[in-house]
């Protein structure tokens, strides 16, 4: 089919009808059957407003010989076909909208420039193929982005023609954003980059492990820009958020360091892809020959990258200068993102010490281990707890305490690099050794317990030593031979191999020495005992038992043995210490002799008073008796006593034996008196008679306790009632005499011993 050409022919007059080229606004232009449509002339611009757009079939094609503007709300290019060819001299695309270009190839003569944000390769969904054709034109970033949204490695193409990034922070980065996506191992992306005097320095991207995006679309961008070699420090300006240039010593790294930055981005992956990097540069980037200021060996030039998180650059990434090419490659690195300069490693020295922790109170010798591999060591210093010590290989410290102390390692070699090494050395603390113990009394085994422990370290060795005797266990048990003070050693040691020692002083106390009397051992007697123990100390507590029953706790104890035999008795004392001791004691309790004793007569008056006393008891040779009326004691088994009045009187005998285990009997003896009652028949009361004028009992009335006594007539009428012996009958009733004649007499009399007498019978009253 033969293609359709379209020509636009733009005058060169400048009135405002033909001097903006071809202007689609609000327009919907689609280029057909591989139609071209070409805008051409000095003023052949193509600005596109509003909700333009151009979309293309059969890779329709659009040929600008001017400006390109997209000042509309679209991105200019409606799909992911045809191609813009820039035909004109300098020509720039810009706008204040990006254009989504499927292919921009760049033709014609001149420089082309970005002004906005660009994005080539196809910006809609689905297929994007795309290229960016550089031929032998030249693109000028001019701190703009561009984004290749094509993942082929072919989506930049070029003859001679170069991507200028060459922008700094101050002004912008110029960016080269490709979206690779899901990039495959074996891939290489070349970025071709250019110097601003169209020196070839490509930067090359070379897959060696796949990445996998999270969404569309992951990336990696680069941007690359000179430095000042003659300033001082040269290599600045510094890019955007890398504070310094100083190598791993501390030291500015200008003059060992390429006039040049590399930019590197890469987002969007979930797992990153493993690459290569392959930086390229110029001559006069490191030789000081052509005039900068740099000491650069080409040959040994090496790629690092500023790290963020560490705030310093990292010298760990290996890489291989080919110089034939200018091309320094790193190995495989995953760590993409970040600021690259090529640098020589300075000729330092490596600073390095040996040495093994060590308990506290161990000095630790510190060995120094340092080398250079050019020139010497000129100077050393080690660093230790405020101090220095300089040009010494070897340090011999004690350190204050334990813990966790750094060592510093300085040494320089001959052109003044100082480098550094810091190591912390561990102190490791000692146990503390410490222990109980109970049971601290003679003859009882001393139960010890350790209490010690470590910091770090556990659990610990015990070693004890004690009266002679070793044990390694926690919980020795032992007893001591004597009483007094005792030295027991226990030394512990941790798992680091710290020891500590404790002398420590107990006292094996004594024990109280258990002694008891007693007193009156005799049965069905109280028989006391009292404890003589003697002790250091006090006494504390007491014990009494008879026949393995506790009796009592007090000090004394008294008991009472009902029947004579052996018993066995013990007594056990604590002290004031808390030793306790006993004493166990068979004790004899003897029988008690059987006072018994008979009196004849049973019933004894005044007027017969001897009493014939006889012992009727058993197991006695000696008695004692007491008669209960203040005369003298008599002796033998019995005894004739006369009492000299009536009463009743105690008389009591001891019977003893050979165990002076004496009993003691009472009996009651009761002398009584002997009453003679005499009552008359008859009596004469009255005023007339001098004798027998009134009636009651006579006689011997010693003993009476009282006396009633009843007068009744004949008739049985009561005319007389007295309740005292002092107190007869005087012959009259109601205040006058009775008359002649007989009458009725009742008497009652008690002695004393409440034995009562009745008496009655008929008297006769004479006038």
């Not at 805008?39 to 600005?47: C, D, F, I, K």
């Not at 191992?185 to 250019?194: D, I, K």
């Not at 020959?289 to 310093?312: H, V």
Request: net charge negative; with cysteine.
């Amino acid at each position: 089919m033969k293609k359709l050409l379209l020509y636009i022919a733009c005058s060169l007059l400048v009135s405002p009808a033909f001097s903006q080229g071809w202007v689609t606004k609000d327009a919907h232009v689609v280029i057909k059957d591989n139609a071209n449509i070409v805008v051409h002339g000095a003023t052949g611009n193509y600005t596109n407003k509003g909700v333009g757009l151009i979309t293309a079939t059969n890779d329709g094609t659009l040929l600008v010989d001017g400006q390109w503007t997209n000042d509309g709300t679209t991105s200019a290019i409606g799909n992911n076909v045809g191609t813009v060819v820039l035909t004109g001299g300098n020509q720039s695309i810009a706008g204040s909208h990006s254009t989504s270009f499927n292919n921009l190839e760049l033709a014609g003569g001149g420089i082309k420039s970005l002004m906005v944000e660009t994005l080539v390769g196809g910006g809609y969904g689905g297929t994007k193929q795309g290229q960016l054709i550089l031929n032998d034109r030249h693109l000028v970033l001019n701190s703009q982005l561009l984004i290749i949204n094509n993942p082929a490695t072919t989506a930049i193409s070029r003859k001679t023609g170069m991507l200028l990034s060459e922008t700094d922070p101050t002004v912008g980065y110029g960016k080269v954003q490709w979206n690779m996506r899901d990039v495959k191992a074996g891939n290489v992306y070349v970025f071709p980059f250019g110097t601003l005097d169209f020196l070839y320095i490509p930067l090359k991207v070379d897959v060696i492990g796949s990445g996998a995006q999270a969404s569309d679309s992951a990336y990696i961008s680069a941007a690359t820009y000179p430095t000042d070699a003659l300033a001082i420090p040269n290599n600045r300006p510094l890019p955007i958020g890398v504070p310094h240039l100083e190598n791993r010593y501390k030291i500015e790294n200008d003059l060992k360091s390429l006039d040049r930055y590399f930019i590197m981005a890469s987002d969007g992956y979930t797992n990153k892809p493993t690459v290569t990097l392959g930086f390229t540069y110029v001559d006069r980037e490191w030789d000081g020959l052509l005039g900068g200021t740099n000491t650069l060996i080409e040959k040994d030039m090496q790629a690092a990258r500023y790290d963020p998180s560490l705030g310093a650059w990292d010298y760990s990434t290996k890489a291989t200068t080919n110089v034939a090419n200018n091309q320094t490659t790193t190995r495989n690195i995953s760590k993409i993102a970040g600021a690259w300069v090529l640098h020589n490693n300075p000729n330092c020295p490596i600073p390095n010490f040996t040495f093994e922790n060590a308990c506290f109170n161990s000095p630790i010798l510190f060995t120094d281990s340092s080398y250079i591999q050019i020139d010497s060591i000129d100077t050393s210093v080690w660093v230790y707890e405020n101090n220095e010590l300089y040009d010494q290989d070897k340090l011999f410290h004690n350190f204050s305490s334990d813990g966790l102390f750094d060592v510093t390692r300085k040494v320089r070699g001959q052109r003044g690099c100082w480098d550094s090494i810091t190591k912390s050395v561990q102190i490791y603390p000692p146990p503390a050794s410490s222990f109980r113990y109970i049971d601290t009394c003679l003859n009882e085994t001393t139960q010890f317990a350790s209490t010690s422990f470590s910091t770090i370290g556990m659990p610990l060795k015990h070693s004890w030593t004690m009266d002679g005797a070793t044990y390694s266990t926690t919980k020795p048990n032992h007893r001591f031979g004597s009483e007094g003070l005792k030295l027991v050693q226990l030394i512990t040691e941790n798992t680091f191999g710290c020891i500590d020692t404790l002398n420590k002083t107990i006292e094996i106390e004594s024990l109280p020495q258990v002694a008891f009397g007693f007193n009156n051992i005799c049965e069905r007697q109280e028989a006391f005992f009292f404890d003589s123990t003697t002790t250091k100390g006090s006494i504390d507590e007491w014990k009494w038992t008879v026949r393995n029953k506790i009796v009592s706790y007090l000090p004394d104890h008294n008991q009472v043995f009902n029947v004579a035999g052996s018993y066995p008795i013990q007594l056990a004392t604590k002290n004031s210490a808390g030793c306790v001791d006993s004493l166990e004691r068979m004790i004899t309790i003897w029988p008690k002799a059987k006072a018994k004793f008979d009196n004849l007569p049973k019933d004894i008056y005044i007027t017969d008073p001897f009493v014939n006393f006889v012992q009727s008891g058993s197991d006695a040779n000696s008695w004692r008796w007491d008669f209960g009326d203040f005369s003298p004691e008599e002796y033998g088994p019995e005894a004739l006593h006369q009492y000299l009045d009536t009463g009743i009187f105690r008389a009591r005998l001891i019977a003893d034996n050979n165990f002076k285990c004496a009993d003691t009997f009472y009996r009651t003896v009761i002398i009584k008196p002997n009453l003679r009652i005499f009552i008359p028949n008859a009596f004469s009361p009255g005023p007339d008679n001098d004798v027998n004028k009134t009636f009651g009992p006579a006689g011997m009335l010693y003993g009476i306790k009282n006396m009633e006594m009843t007068i009744y007539t004949r008739w049985g009428e009561q005319i007389y009632y007295s309740d005292h012996i002092d107190k007869p009958w005087d012959g009259t009733y109601m205040g006058e005499l009775v008359q002649e004649g007989t009458y009725l007499y009742l008497i009652k009399i008690k002695d004393v011993y409440n034995d009562v007498f009745r008496y009655s019978g008929t008297l006769s009253v004479i006038r």
